[in-house]
C-alpha cells in the first residue's frame, strides 16, 4: 500500500477518538500491553518523561523537547492529536517519522495485531515506542492522549511524570469534578518516579499528595519553586515574550525569550523548568544555554505551531488551539487586551464539549464566522451558530473551515482582529498554518 492507502486502511479498521469521539476511545492498558509484548517491548528500550493534564501538555512536551535537543541529546516526540499530517504525532529531533516507515510497519505488524483489535490511539502508541527504540533516542518526550491512568502512554516507566493543569474537559470520560479529571491525570504517578505538578491547584491539591503518598515517590508543585513574569509587556502582534525567572525567590534567568507568545506559557513554564531540574539529577547536562535556546527556539527544534500563532499583521491574525472552558478563558483574556477596531472571531467546537459553557466565555462585541472541521465529531456550524445567537453571538454560519477564515479576512479591515479558534481541527485546515 501507498502512504495514504495505508491511513486510509487504519481509519477504516480502527475507531479514532479524534475524529469519532467516545467510540474511538477503548480505556486500560491490555490492548497496549498485549501490542508491546507481540513488538518485543520497545517501551523499555529508551529513557523517556511522561506528561499528562487537561492544558498545557503539548507546550510543555514541545518546551521539554527543544531543551533536551538544544543540549544535544537525540530526542523523541509523540504527541497527539496532529495539525495537518499524521507524522506530525512522531517525531526525532523535530523531524517527523517517515510515510515509509509507517507503511513498512503496518505492513509488518498488523497481521499481529487484528487480534487484538486495537484503537487507532493505541495503535499509534505502539507505533511511536517501536521508532524511538529502533532511533535509539536518548529520551523520548511523551505526551499522554486523554486523562493518563487508562491511557494508552501508561506502560512507560519514565524517568519524571509531569501534570501540567487540571480543568473541565472529556467529563463524560473522565469525571463530573475537578477532582476526579486530576484523579486520572495522577495515574501517571507511579512508585520511585519523581512527580511534578505545574500549578498549584487547590481544588485538587490534596489528590495528588494523597496519590504521590500511596505510591511512595516524591512531588514538588513547580510554581512554589518556580516564578516567572514579563520583563516588559510585549507588543500585541509579538510572537515572542521575554521573561524573568526567580527560582526560590531568587534570581534565575532574566530576559529570556520564549517563543510561543500565549499568556499561558508562564503557567506551563515553571513545570518545565522543574522537569529539567529532575533529569539533571538523574545525570543529564542542560546548560543555561540550551535552557535559553530550547525555549527561544521551540518551534524551529520541533515544529511546534497552533498556540496563540501569528499568522498575519493589519489586520492581525491569531489562531489558538484552545479548545475546553479552561483554554478559551486564556484566550479570551488575551483577545480582552488586545486594542483594534473590530474583532473577527472564526469559531468552530467538536460535539462533545461543553459548548453552552464555551459560548459564555466569548466575548459580545465580536463578529462572528460559524464552521465547522472536516471530521465526524464537528458540531455543524448552521447548529453553532443557533446556539451562540442564542447566548447573544452574532454572526453567520459559512460551514467549511477555510471558507469562514477567507470571510473574516476579506470583512477586516487594517486596524482590526481576526482570531480563528474553538477546536484543535479548526485549527488545523488554516491554509496558511
Not at 71 to 91: C, D, M, N, W
Not at 134 to 159: C, F, H, K, M, W
Request: hydrophobic fraction near 45%; charged fraction near 20%.
Amino acid at each position: 500500500m501507498t502512504y495514504r492507502e495505508t491511513l486510509d486502511f487504519l481509519y477504516a479498521q480502527l475507531p479514532m477518538f479524534q475524529r469519532v469521539g467516545e467510540a474511538g476511545y477503548k480505556p486500560g492498558l491490555g490492548n497496549t500491553e498485549a501490542l508491546a509484548e507481540l513488538t518485543g517491548h520497545p517501551e523499555q528500550q529508551f529513557q523517556s518523561v511522561h506528561v499528562a493534564g487537561t492544558n498545557g501538555k503539548g507546550s510543555s512536551s514541545n518546551l521539554l523537547a527543544a531543551v533536551l535537543q538544544a543540549a544535544g541529546y537525540k530526542v523523541g516526540l509523540y504527541t497527539s492529536p496532529h495539525l495537518r499530517e499524521f507524522t506530525e504525532r512522531i517525531k526525532v529531533n523535530g523531524q517527523d517519522v517517515a510515510p515509509e516507515y509507517l507503511v513498512e510497519w503496518v505492513e509488518r505488524w498488523w497481521p499481529s495485531f487484528a487480534q487484538v483489535q486495537p484503537s487507532f490511539f493505541e495503535m499509534c502508541v505502539a507505533l511511536c515506542f517501536c521508532y524511538f527504540a529502533e532511533q535509539q533516542v536518548d529520551v523520548a518526550v511523551i505526551e499522554v492522549g486523554l486523562g493518563g491512568r487508562l491511557d494508552s502512554t501508561n506502560i512507560i516507566r519514565p524517568l519524571v511524570s509531569l501534570i501540567t493543569n487540571i480543568s473541565l474537559d472529556h467529563q463524560h470520560l473522565l469525571g463530573n469534578t475537578l477532582p476526579q479529571i486530576a484523579a486520572e491525570k495522577a495515574g501517571i504517578i507511579k512508585g520511585g518516579v519523581p512527580a511534578i505538578v505545574s500549578q498549584t491547584q487547590p481544588e485538587v491539591e490534596a489528590v495528588f499528595v494523597q496519590k504521590a503518598a500511596a505510591e511512595s515517590t516524591t512531588l514538588l508543585f513547580a510554581d512554589q519553586r518556580y516564578h516567572v513574569e514579563l520583563v516588559a509587556p510585549p507588543a500585541p502582534d509579538a510572537d515572542a515574550q521575554l521573561l524573568r525567572i526567580t527560582r526560590e525567590g531568587m534570581p534565575y534567568l532574566d530576559n529570556v525569550e520564549l517563543a510561543l507568545a500565549g499568556d499561558y506559557q508562564r503557567l506551563n513554564l515553571p513545570g518545565v523548568l522543574a522537569a529539567l531540574d529532575e533529569l539533571q539529577q538523574q545525570g543529564f547536562i542542560l546548560p543555561e544555554s540550551a535552557v535559553r535556546e530550547g525555549l527561544r527556539e521551540v518551534s524551529r527544534l520541533t515544529g511546534f505551531r497552533g498556540r496563540w500563532t501569528i499568522l498575519g499583521r493589519r489586520p492581525l491574525v491569531v489562531c489558538d488551539t484552545g479548545h475546553n472552558e479552561a483554554g478559551l478563558r486564556f484566550v479570551t483574556a488575551q483577545l480582552a487586551r488586545l486594542t483594534y477596531q473590530k474583532l473577527h472571531f472564526v469559531l468552530g467546537v467538536v460535539n462533545d464539549k461543553d459548548v453552552s459553557n464555551m459560548l459564555k466565555l466569548l466575548p459580545r462585541d465580536a463578529t462572528y464566522y460559524f464552521c465547522q472541521a472536516t471530521i465526524p465529531r464537528a458540531l455543524p456550524a448552521t447548529e453553532l451558530a443557533e446556539r451562540a445567537g442564542a447566548e447573544g453571538l452574532q454572526g453567520i454560519a459559512y460551514g467549511p473551515v477555510p471558507v469562514a477564515v477567507a470571510a473574516a479576512r476579506a470583512a477586516a479591515g487594517a486596524d482590526d482582529v481576526v482570531f480563528i479558534g474553538g477546536s484543535t481541527f479548526v485549527v488545523a485546515e488554516i491554509e496558511e498554518l
